[in-house]
């Protein structure tokens, strides 16, 4: 094989990273609050901008910040609605921007409960997860990953792990009766041929969480590779327009701590939160035969 000399521009994009957007919607005095950070990233011919310092076609990251801005004037709706809105802009408003990634982080905040009632505008972040979402848009198909990070979920007993190959480095006792803890990570994929206009992603997201939440809970859990098919199963048999779902869980393990020599049993109830290291179990649970769209999940390889 020849090696060429020629060095060519390969794929690139690139935007605005991490607007962090507030929308407070007070057309009465019970205010509505949406709290994003978006990154917009466009893709498309830029070769003059990076072969010969002509920026004819760079929309300026900049002038891609005030976009997000001046769209959340209009209301957010849900972070995929608002994402879409930023992909028809960009790739309808100029000829050359033929694509890109929109990615968004939601922050859900709750209404304060003073005297027993949520505060028309005093709010509390709902530290349980962060919302995500995807837009990546290549030519005439649209691709949308919905998801969820930092979901903490814990049960203390249903769980155990047994039966695993012992070797000489092998320490760890086989247990019945465990407690099964991790941050759900959790992404999942919608068919190309959704109607992504006439879909409620509110309520898709809430109730594929509640599913996550209950995968989690209902079987005895054998190990956590398991309990992870059985949250990815319960999704995709409630949401044919979901393709595929991928998680990354670490398994954050407690150990029964050892109170003999304070003369103390300890019959699987004190145990040591350990932070690190933890296990990290990461699969795809999907249809059979579907088309895996890896420019979905990383874009630009290596990137993301
Ligand atoms: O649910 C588990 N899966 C494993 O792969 C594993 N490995 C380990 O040491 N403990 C556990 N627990």
């Given at each position: 094989m020849t090696m060429s000399n020629n060095i060519v521009l390969g794929e690139n994009q690139y935007g605005k990273a991490e607007v962090r957007v507030v929308k407070v919607?007070?057309?009465?005095?019970r205010h509505h609050i949406e709290d994003l950070n978006v990154t917009s990233q466009l893709r498309g011919d830029f070769q003059a901008a990076h072969l010969?310092?002509?920026?004819?076609?760079v929309v300026a990251t900049d002038t891609q910040k005030n976009t997000v801005y001046a769209f959340a004037r209009e209301g957010v709706g849900s972070p995929e609605s608002f994402l879409l809105r930023l992909a028809d802009h960009f790739t309808g408003g100029f000829d050359w921007v033929t694509g890109g990634r929109w990615e968004a982080e939601a922050y859900s905040w709750d209404r304060i409960q003073a005297h027993g009632e949520g505060h028309d505008h005093s709010f509390v972040r709902n530290g349980q997860e962060v919302r995500t979402a995807v837009v990546v848009r290549d030519g005439a198909t649209t691709h949308l990953i919905s998801g969820l990070k930092d979901l903490t979920v814990l049960k203390t007993t249903q769980s155990g792990f047994v039966g695993y190959p012992r070797d000489k480095y092998t320490t760890l006792p086989e247990t019945t009766d465990r407690i099964l803890a991790t941050d759900v990570s959790a992404r999942w994929r919608y068919n190309t041929n959704l109607d992504f206009a006439g879909t409620d992603f509110n309520k898709s997201y809430e109730d594929i969480k509640a599913l996550l939440l209950e995968g989690f809970t209902e079987n005895y859990s054998h190990a956590l590779q398991q309990t992870l098919f059985d949250m990815g199963k319960k999704v995709l048999e409630a949401h044919s327009e979901v393709d595929e779902i991928k998680f990354s869980m670490p398994n954050k393990h407690h150990f029964l701590v050892d109170l003999s020599p304070f003369g103390l049993d300890n019959?699987?109830?004190?145990?040591?939160?350990?932070?690190?290291p933890y296990g990290l179990i990461e699969a795809t649970v999907q249809r059979e035969n579907?088309?895996?769209?890896p420019v979905a999940w990383s874009g630009i390889a290596g990137f993301c």
């Open positions: 919607t007070r057309d009465t005095d010969e310092g002509d920026n004819g076609h019959p699987n109830e004190v145990f040591f939160a350990a932070d690190r579907i088309d895996a769209a």
